[in-house]
């Protein structure tokens, strides 16, 4: 409960920052429809030339390709920020002022700084859900929205891991702008169904980086095709990832030694 | 309240050679040393009292405070505040204490300070009615005013510093670990942080440890001080004493009302400075009756007033000895 306010609070202050910069917003906003825009054009051109790739129809890797918008709206709406935040903290030191609050230290930056107008992607991306379906020619059924309702927590939850573990590194490194588009660039291979990749960069997508949970899987599960074996699976690693996030950020904590003074 | 028994913090650092080949040797091959920041520190403070942290840049004293704010792990040793280990971080301890650090802020940037002090009731978990009040009685106390409603990017720096400090007291903390806050404010700013500073443990009953290189914070705020130098504790006692025992001479300030030789007054004591119309002697504490005798019998003295040497030249002339004899310890 306290902690909910706690989540309110936090909110409160990131939605009248955001307020504040209503000319961001508005450029925001159209950057983004602009970025999905041209994010779909590599789908139309792969899938003029071949009505399937790995097994995926045009409406159904656009369902992928709604997860992605999502998912992405997530990253750069609630996670990143708030962690960019972090590395700030670590490099001038005013961490302190995180660590001296009687609130655990991984709950308080990971709230500390939200992008409430990147809830377009929200939008956008049901708008793509739409589109897909159309082009199926059916709506998902009810019992598989609940299941992508799972996968999409599985999925925030490992989104969220990964990024605690980078901005851990920070703690080692203090410049983690180099590893943040790192995540980035290979984040952005998650447009595509897991099947398109072969060999090692699937092994490295769905164990190391776990792009499929991320997309593929929500995107199977709406369209009614995840086995129920893979979604066990996928709840079990996203609880695993968080749990080693934990630890690592722990000791990572530990190893503070501020700056400056 | 505060018990610090054989404290040491070592810090493993990465030896970085000048010159391009050795730092390019570096990137593949590091050497590192231990430095100890704090090398066995034992000393015991009361509730309420107000102790001040002193000693030269590097000395150790920042780290003391954060290792007894908890921010800092100890190498070895026992720290006990408030009946808490403060390493542990429980909210317990957070909530009894609170720290301001003069060089770094906690503010919202661009929000305005109203934000931040909410944000803060939220985290400490402070009752809506025990808020308001608290808030009202720092307003009044700090002048806060029109200040809190301003984005804090747009205050000034003693502004900011006054709003730092009731952020950092919305949850009426008990111990107050206050490092270097006067740092860049101007004069009569800091005699409004130290007035406050003052004001706030004489209605609390808060403890209070300061660092400062500002000597008029100490002589305000702390009665006694803990002098670290290279991470070892080299005096724990009364400021009065310690400039005593440094600098046992007094300074006797002379102003005539027509200029006078120097001569006339090195009979009197060591002439600090002599200038026109005024002139400083250091003389030992036992003659100074028979010098302001003499002078007020044989100059034309218009005013006269005996100090004590200035704090920043004590300070100065202790450092300047515990650093003579280490070079003395190394040369044996």
């Known amino acids: 409960m306290r902690y909910l306010n706690l989540l309110g609070s936090q909110l409160r202050a990131s939605l009248l920052l955001a307020m504040q910069y209503r000319a961001d917003f ?37 369902i992928v390709m709604g997860w992605f918008t999502f998912l992405q709206g ?58 897909g379906f159309r082009l199926l020619g059916r709506a998902p059924a009810r019992r598989d929205v609940a299941v992508a309702a799972v996968t999409t927590v599985v999925a925030v939850v490992v989104l969220y891991s990964l990024w605690i573990l980078t901005v ?21 291979a998650a447009r595509w169904p897991i099947s398109v990749f072969r060999g090692a960069v699937r092994f490295v997508f769905t164990f190391v980086v776990p792009l499929a949970l991320m997309t593929t899987y929500p995107a199977q599960a709406l369209l009614g095709t995840l086995p129920a074996t893979t979604l066990l699976a996928a709840i079990a690693g996203a609880a695993l990832a968080f749990t080693v996030a934990r630890v690592v950020w722990n000791a990572s904590i530990a190893r503070y030694t501020s700056a400056g003074g | 309240m505060i018990r610090v028994r054989g404290l040491h913090k070592h810090y493993k650092v990465h030896e970085r050679p000048p010159g391009l080949a050795a730092a390019l040797r570096s990137v593949f091959r590091r050497r590192y040393k231990t ?72 503010l919202l940037w661009d929000l305005p300070p109203s934000e931040t002090f909410e944000l803060n009731r939220a985290v400490y978990d402070v009752p809506r009615v025990q808020y308001k009040e608290t808030l ?63 004001r706030y443990n004489e209605r609390s009953g808060a403890t209070l440890i300061l660092t400062s290189h500002n000597m008029d914070d100490v002589a305000r705020l702390c009665p006694r001080v803990i002098v670290i130098d290279r991470g070892k504790l080299v005096y724990d006692g009364t400021l009065a004493e310690l400039v005593t025992r440094i600098r046992p001479d007094k300074r006797v300030v002379l102003r005539f009302s027509r200029s006078v030789d120097a001569a006339d007054l090195a009979a009197l004591g060591k002439v600090v400075r002599h200038d026109a119309g005024e002139s400083v002697l250091q003389v030992s504490k036992e003659a100074v009756n028979a010098v302001v005798s003499r002078a007020l019998a044989h100059l034309p003295v218009s005013d006269l007033t005996v100090e004590n040497p200035p704090l920043e030249e004590v300070m100065s002339e202790l450092f300047a000895r515990s650093q003579a004899r280490r070079v003395a310890e190394a040369a044996s």
Request: with cysteine.
């Open chain 1, 26 to 62: 508005l450029l925001d906003g159209l950057v983004e429809v602009l970025w999905m825009a041209t994010a779909i054009v590599p789908l139309f051109v792969v899938f003029q030339a071949r009505p399937t790739v790995a097994g995926w129809r045009f409406g159904e890797a656009l």
């Open chain 2, 136 to 198: 009202d009685e720092l307003t009044q106390l700090l002048q806060l005013g029109e200040l809190v409603g301003k984005p804090t990017r747009t205050l000034s720096l003693g502004e900011r510093m006054k709003c730092e400090l009731a952020a950092a007291l919305i949850h009426r903390p008990k111990v107050l670990f206050l490092d270097e806050p006067t740092i860049g404010l101007d004069v009569s700013m800091q005699a409004t942080v130290r007035d406050f500073v003052a």
């Open chain 2, 35 to 106: 430095i100890a920041a704090v090398d066995g520190i034992d000393f015991d403070i009361a509730d309420g009292e107000r102790v001040g942290f002193l000693g030269p840049n590097g000395a150790g004293k920042t780290t003391t405070l954060k290792v007894l704010a908890g921010l800092l792990h100890p190498t070895s040793g026992e720290v006990s505040v408030d009946g808490h280990e403060p390493r542990r971080r429980q909210d317990a301890f957070l909530k009894r204490i609170m720290l301001v650090l003069g060089q770094k802020q906690q």
């Open chain 1, 168 to 188: 851990s590194a920070a703690f080692y490194v203090v410049r983690i702008d180099n590893l943040s588009f790192f995540f980035n660039a290979i984040f952005d």
């Open chain 1, 74 to 131: 997530v990253l750069e709406g609630a996670i990143n920020p708030s962690l960019a935040s972090v590395v700030e903290h670590i490099r001038k030191g005013t961490l302190d002022f995180v660590l001296i609050k009687p609130a655990d230290a991984q709950f308080l930056v990971s709230t500390a700084r939200f992008l409430p107008w990147r809830a377009i992607n929200v939008g956008t991306a049901m708008v793509i859900f739409a589109w």
